[in-house]
């Protein structure tokens, strides 16, 4: 009996101590092309700082993307690291070492990395980096000198900035018109500015130099933050005589043109001196107060492509409730609480606001939680909550389905963003139609529906191991078919394809474990 007492105090004492040396153990340094092999450990990775975005999303979470590529190579690590957004970042081109969890999901992998020892540099450019002072003339005569290094030039926008903008893609050229400039170099600049920089602006930017492999071009990788504005650029002078597509590349910049306003159809036009010069016009609040019917002179905005219209406008400052019923009191829109939610949580909407919008995504009747937004689709919509129904509902609700409900709005501490909690609710409308599948479009294109109602062409059959498909007549391909099982039968007595309408998912395929598409119709 003693002998079996030291046993088993002997085997405790062994896994405490491999507990705490479990607890204990540095992460393994491994190479950034490695990563795939550690899928959920907690590993470490050293590499060059060439990229970041502050609260990537816009929802004021304490998250910072960044991007890390290897030290003497080409390989590329994503970081999602969850510390205080107001802690500094090491600058871009330091090598710094991060240590994060392998995290895979959709088939994308990224480190996950917590607190503030997670990201440390690892060299001595974290008290300064040292950038060389060049011209936009010389990196185009040797660009290879200065790979993958610190560099500050000045030049000229070819675009605007825009505020809350977390990405931008554009060129410095060396002289503010595109059309007289004769060295471009291509940017990529992460993170927002904190008002617009206009087109043409003389600015001295600090960036890290390398060769895109991917797009066979030099580019210069950017923060918002190394972007020193030395002169805002002017406003750009359009004339009625210039081709109508030519306006296309003044999109964003802010400019100027003489015209008559007229409104015409419930929508404002300014007009030039022969019967064909017309030009959308969207007109300040200011200018509504006025009367600006008929009144000549030179307008200047913003040249902007209106989702609403579906044509270039002028902006003048357009308010959408300058046409749109004003907001009363106990309504709000989405914007409004992403701008300032805890205004509307502490002042505006204590006891509920009514909002309209549109589901992005669709709801199961066992789920409550989803997304609303302010635009039937991705490209229309400039805001995206998150909400929850409070209550049951039978019936899916669709992705794009017009919403109005009732919420009151609460800040998360745990996942760091408002929630909509909605507490009464009515769908607006029919059901968007089903999206239709095309054979041959592949996975890359079918994924995009996961979830979704959906309609494909094809026969219904059924393999001898009882399991049912479509078939696409005339080849191989198919598609897995959830149904009551007479479908197959049914297609024998209709004798030609027909459109079947369910909702898209997926399933493991027992033979070769491998995922395969199915269309659920019960």
């Known amino acids: 009996m003693a002998k079996l007492w030291v046993m088993f105090f002997t085997s405790l004492l062994l896994v405490s101590t491999m507990n705490f040396y479990a607890v204990i153990r540095e992460p393994d340094m491994i190479e950034i092309d490695e990563i ?27 998250r910072i993307d960044l991007q890390i590529r290897e030290v003497d190579g080409h390989s590329m ?24 969890e392998v995290t895979e999901w959709n088939g994308r992998i990224w480190l ?15 008290d300064g980096v040292e950038y060389t002072a060049v011209q936009i003339v010389e990196v185009a005569m040797n660009p290879a000198d200065y790979a993958n290094m610190s560099v500050r030039v000045d030049g000229f926008l070819s675009e605007a900035l825009e505020p809350d903008v977390t990405y931008h893609s554009l060129s410095l050229m060396d002289n503010p018109s595109y059309g ?16 617009w920089v206009e087109a043409g ?19 210069l990788l950017v923060q918002a933050t190394a972007i020193e504005v030395l002169n805002q650029g002017s406003t750009v002078d359009l004339s009625w005589e210039l081709e109508p597509y030519s306006l296309s590349y003044e999109v964003g910049k802010l400019v100027a043109i003489e ?88 002042i505006h909407c204590i006891d509920g606001c009514t909002f309209s919008g549109w589901v992005t995504d669709p709801i199961s009747p066992d789920y409550d939680k989803g997304y609303v937004g302010d635009g039937p689709d991705y490209y229309s919509r400039s805001t995206k909550l998150r909400f929850q129904l409070i209550g049951e509902h039978a019936e899916w609700i669709e992705g794009g389905q017009e919403i109005l409900f009732n919420a009151t709005i609460t800040w998360s501490e745990s996942e760091g963003r408002v929630i909509l909690e909605a507490r009464t609710w009515t769908l607006v409308g029919d059901a968007p139609e089903p999206n239709r599948l095309n ?84």
């Open 77 to 100: 690590a994503e970081v999602r690291w969850y510390v205080d957004r107001d802690i500094d970042v090491p600058p871009i081109g330091t090598i710094v070492t991060v240590e994060g």
């Open 112 to 126: 996950s990395s917590n607190g503030y020892g997670a990201i440390h540099c690892a060299d001595s450019k974290c």
């Open 201 to 219: 602006s003389h600015v001295e930017i600090s960036g890290w130099l390398q060769y895109d492999q991917r797009s066979l071009r030099w580019r």
């Open 36 to 62: 795939h092999e550690y899928p959920r450990e907690t590993v470490k990775v050293l590499g060059v700082l060439t990229s970041f975005v502050v609260d990537p999303y816009g929802e004021q979470s304490d």
């Open 439 to 522: 054979w041959g479009d592949g996975y890359n294109s079918w994924k995009w529906d996961i979830g979704k109602l959906v309609v494909i062409n094809g026969e219904a059959a059924m393999d001898e191991d009882g399991n049912q498909w479509i078939e696409r007549s005339g080849s191989d391909e198919h598609l897995c078919l959830l149904g009551d099982g007479t479908e197959a039968s049914q297609q024998q007595s209709i004798g030609e394809p027909i459109d079947w309408t369910g909702r898209l998912s997926t399933a493991e395929e027992s033979v070769g474990n491998t995922m395969q598409f199915c269309l659920d119709i019960r």
């Open 259 to 346: 015209g008559d306003v007229t409104k015409h159809n419930d929508g404002w036009w300014l007009l030039g001196p022969s019967p064909n010069d017309v030009l959308c016009f969207l007109p300040s609040p200011e200018d509504l107060g006025d009367d600006i019917e008929g009144v000549n002179k030179v307008w200047t905005g913003r040249l902007m492509w209106s989702t609403d219209e579906a044509i270039i406008c002028l902006d003048r400052g357009f308010n959408a409730s300058a046409i749109t019923p004003v907001v009363e009191e106990g309504e709000a829109s989405l914007l409004d609480v992403a701008q300032s939610p805890f205004d509307h949580i502490n």
């Open 180 to 195: 007289n400039a004769d060295h471009l170099l291509y940017m990529q600049i992460e993170g927002r500015v904190m008002e």
